[in-house]
């Protein structure tokens, strides 16, 4: 009891508490948000509510300080506004060196979202308000989480289709890290009793996102951009989701992207694109979470053959050259699955884990099928790039994904597929069950997600979790 006294006493003295196992002063954090960051609803919130959890998940070197207060808006002229609050005056006065600002949702109510047009220009004002602190802290600015159901006014229409991109456009306009807590929660309704407000489990969840944002384990200095100019190369910048995208050319012209993460992850890993960069993007943005680099060349209509392969390996001699030299993750869309196989089969040292979204695995399943109906002119690029002199040599070709899947087993690359069991352009009885039934012969490891009823499209997940448990639990 005298110790839990005293630590109240510091806590109401705006003091930071030794790490008790070091002596060094610990990291303060401040969350700063409404009755979601509050704990509004939650038994016990004051030990269940997410800063609380996420307290006791990050340990004795941080001091997680709960700055919430229900009904609070980031805009100035809403009905109640953060900034009037006496806990916005004392996370300040707390001169945290990391802040976490979770405001939107009461926001987007009709009397709040009509002074829309000042979000942004108050989502910078609090961002800076709170860098201008002796402190300089890193800010993490939240996503707003899903509202199931317009409740009080709080709309998700709003939240997802006008506050989010708001949010990444500032992100990217600031310089600041982003935490997604709308994706993550897509699935999990059952955790809101009232459609807004998450129970101790769902605030379980978010001390997870946002403490694994603070605590995970980063490059030191490492910086892809300052790399790059160093090699001469001055890309041009622009917004992906919030983060940087880099666009550059290749000595030959031809189009090269790299997004940068807010923080290298050690190791320094990247995920590469097979084809269709920025399609469904859910399991980019959350890797770009996680520090991981995402790498995408145009090799389009080469459909990974070895031009497309000698392609890959000058951007990836590149990357190496500017540092950028962690095991990489493969994602192959539809006919990006070619590229992705084949690389790691040439290069599986190279290679973390191969993430397959209905892709094509056999090009005598597609394009080779429908050849003579929809799919002639890919069949005849495809016949083109990988110079064969007749359609013949194209049937019998040794080295498609199917057929050549013992150098990943070899090399034990994970494999995680996700299809749609009604998928008919790249149908999954040729395709991943082959894959699958060979891959688990020759002992290899892989997980497949099947979507019932589903075709070829949509690609991904809405909620890309267990792609990406499964990315992050084998990386090797």
């Known amino acids: 009891m005298a110790l839990a006294a005293t630590f109240l006493v510091a806590l109401s003295q705006g003091l930071a508490q030794p790490d008790v196992s070091t002596g060094a002063p610990r990291i303060r954090v401040a969350c700063v948000g409404a009755s979601i960051t509050f704990g509004a609803g939650i038994p016990d919130r004051e030990q269940n509510c997410y800063p609380a959890q996420m307290q006791r998940l990050l340990g004795d070197r941080y001091d997680v300080r709960n700055f919430g207060v229900s009904g609070r808006t980031m805009l100035k002229h809403g009905d109640f506004p953060y900034w009037n609050e006496p806990a916005y005056r004392e996370a300040l ?28 220009a108050d989502t910078r004002a609090m961002i800076a308000s709170f860098r201008a602190l002796p402190a300089r802290p890193r800010v993490l600015l939240c996503l707003p989480m899903p509202a199931f159901k317009v409740m009080w006014g709080i709309d998700d229409t709003v939240i997802t289709q006008q506050q989010i991109p708001i949010f990444r456009q500032t992100a990217f306009d600031t310089g600041t890290e982003l935490v997604d807590l709308h994706t993550p929660f897509l699935n999990k309704e ?23 944002v603070i605590a995970f384990r980063a490059e030191p200095g ?10 001469g190369i001055t890309p041009k910048v622009s917004s ?23 923080v290298t992850a050690a190791g320094r890993p ?40 000698r392609i890959w390996e000058q951007v990836h001699t590149l990357l190496a050259r500017v540092g950028l030299n962690g095991r990489i993750v493969l994602i192959g869309m539809s006919r990006g699955g070619l590229y992705c196989y084949h690389w790691a089969a040439l290069h599986p040292e190279t290679v973390s884990v191969i993430y397959g979204d209905a892709p094509v695995c056999d090009f005598k399943s597609w394009p080779g099928e429908g050849r ?11 016949l083109k790039s990988y110079g064969f002199k007749d359609e013949a040599e194209a049937m019998a070709y040794p080295l498609n994904p199917v057929d050549n899947l013992a150098p990943l087993a070899k090399a034990h690359i994970p494999i995680i597929h996700v299809v749609g069991q009604a998928d008919t352009d790249v149908p999954v009885a040729e395709n991943t069950d082959v894959v699958e039934r060979r891959y688990r012969e020759l002992g290899g490891t892989i997980e497949v997600i099947r979507k019932p009823g589903v075709g070829h499209h949509p690609h991904s997940l809405p909620n890309p979790e267990p792609i990406v448990n499964f990315i992050l639990s084998h990386a090797r």
């Open 93 to 120: 006065t707390f001169n945290p060196d990391v802040v976490v600002i979770d405001l939107g949702g009461n926001d987007s109510k009709p009397q709040n979202w009509k002074f829309k047009d000042e979000f942004a």
């Open 240 to 262: 992906f989701y919030g983060c940087r995208q880099l666009d550059f050319t290749l000595n030959d012209g031809r189009a090269c992207v790299v997004v940068r993460p807010f």
């Open 190 to 212: 059952a955790w809101f009793a009232d459609n807004i407000h998450p129970n101790a489990e769902g605030a379980g969840l978010m001390a997870k996102v946002i403490g694994g």
């Open 372 to 382: 003579y109906t929809t799919t002639q002119h890919d069949w005849n690029l495809l």
């Open 222 to 231: 490492f910086d892809f951009e300052r790399n790059l100019a160093a090699q």
């Open 270 to 309: 990247y995920a590469w694109r097979g084809e269709f960069f920025g399609h469904e993007p859910q399991t980019d943005l959350a890797l770009l979470e996680h520090g991981y680099h995402i790498v995408y060349v145009n090799a389009q209509d080469l459909f990974g053959a070895p031009p497309a392969m």
